[in-house]
């Protein structure tokens, strides 16, 4: 698998938190990692294009009381951008389970496998897998669901919407229903700083 390269010139990347300038030519991405922010960009569409159901209203903010962030004080994580692929990864505990992500800043809720979902103690038979969605690996439906907790370190969000998807998604993916509710996601060349 070639990597493709981009041009020679600064990648400039806005967010509404701060402004990150690479200037290092020549970076390159794999195949892989162009595919992996597809189909966290699909889902992302899709979740949104679709909109709530009658049992689940996503667009709809939660109460304040259960928007909790745990600890009150700063916490920052720091997470090595993985040499063989360019992606971040982390290690997360969900709900009552270990579970690793794709951290993808592009997904615009938290993704997790049927693996994954029972690692964090779902008993994925019993959800409603009513949302349409598409990923790389073609059409699909996933169910939505509302985790307890996602934990990346010190950082510790609480009751975190995501989506369950049966088919078509390899590895879970740490979307903006979690990174959104911190307070800066900084990326640098060999690193992504989650602060909260």
């Known amino acids: 698998m070639t990597p493709q390269v981009l041009p020679d010139r600064p990648v400039k990347v806005f967010t509404s938190y701060q402004r990150v ?19 966290g960009f699909i889902l992302s569409l899709i979740v949104v294009a ?20 745990t600890p009150k004080s700063a916490s920052v994580v720091m997470l090595r951008k993985n040499p063989s692929d360019g992606q971040f990864w982390t290690q997360a505990r969900v709900n009552t ?27 994925t038979r019993d959800l409603i897998y009513d949302l349409p969605i598409r990923t ?25 919407e995501a989506i369950v998807v049966p088919k078509g998604l390899d590895v879970s993916l740490l979307g903006m229903t979690y990174l959104g509710e911190l307070q800066s996601v900084h990326a640098s060349p060999t690193a992504l700083t989650l602060r909260f």
């Open 21 to 39: 300038e690479f200037s290092k030519p020549n970076i390159r991405v794999s195949k892989l990692a162009l595919k992996r922010l597809a189909v």
């Open 50 to 69: 679709c909109g709530p159901t009658e049992s689940v209203k996503v667009e709809t903010p939660a109460p304040t009381s259960l928007k909790t962030k």
């Open 97 to 123: 389970g270990s579970v690793k992500f794709l951290v993808d800043t592009g997904a615009g809720m938290v993704a997790l496998t049927v693996m994954d979902a029972k690692k964090a103690g779902i008993k």
């Open 136 to 160: 790389a690996g073609g059409d699909n439906m996933a169910a939505r669901i509302v985790l307890e907790r996602i934990s990346v370190g010190a950082i510790t969000i609480k009751n975190v």
